[in-house]
């Protein structure tokens, strides 16, 4: 066996010298615990919908889109203040959903980090949203976004896209 020491270091999944805060538009994806299919049922994505307007409404965030996929959330979001912080935001959307479901369900709900992309001034909004939309299509669940239940908007109507 080699005598070297192998340190493992923790992949950085932020940028390094940006915080997060204020009024940038960013894409996002929350994995389940270990990708299993949790949001299946209409009443329990229901519910995760309405805590997430709650939290983006009392953190300053506006949702442009969001799609539940079975084991993944997608969501693009855009902070509406100077101090609206993404990492407060997903945290807290995290903590207290992960909080319920476990209790309810006795299962983990969210892997430890998520994924995220900070949009350039020069990408288009609903260009953006409409690819979050078109996941569902992407995955063949079915044809067009707008039959599918688990995705929507609190910032315009979907169905006009």
Not at 13 to 28: A, E, M, P, S
Not at 64 to 93: N, R, T
Request: positive net charge; contains cysteine; charged residues 30%.
């Amino acid at each position: 066996m080699d005598s070297k020491k192998y340190i493992h270091y923790k992949k950085r999944t932020r940028l390094k010298d940006f915080d997060y805060k204020g009024c940038y538009r960013y894409f996002i994806t929350l994995c389940t615990f270990d990708k299993k299919a949790v949001f299946t049922d209409e009443a329990l994505v229901s519910w995760f919908v309405d805590v997430l307007k709650e939290k983006s409404t009392s953190l300053g965030f506006g949702i442009w889109a969001y799609c539940f996929m079975p084991d993944h959330l997608h969501l693009f979001v855009e902070g509406k203040k100077d101090d609206s912080d993404l990492k407060q935001f997903i945290a807290s959307y995290k903590q207290y959903t992960a909080f319920h479901y476990k209790k309810r369900d006795k299962k983990e709900l969210w892997q430890m980090n998520f994924y995220d992309h900070v949009l350039r001034k020069e990408e288009d909004t609903i260009n953006i949203a409409n690819y979050v939309f078109n996941n569902p299509v992407r995955k063949g669940l079915v044809s067009d976004y707008k039959n599918y239940k688990f995705l929507g908007s609190f910032e315009f109507d979907v169905m006009q896209t």
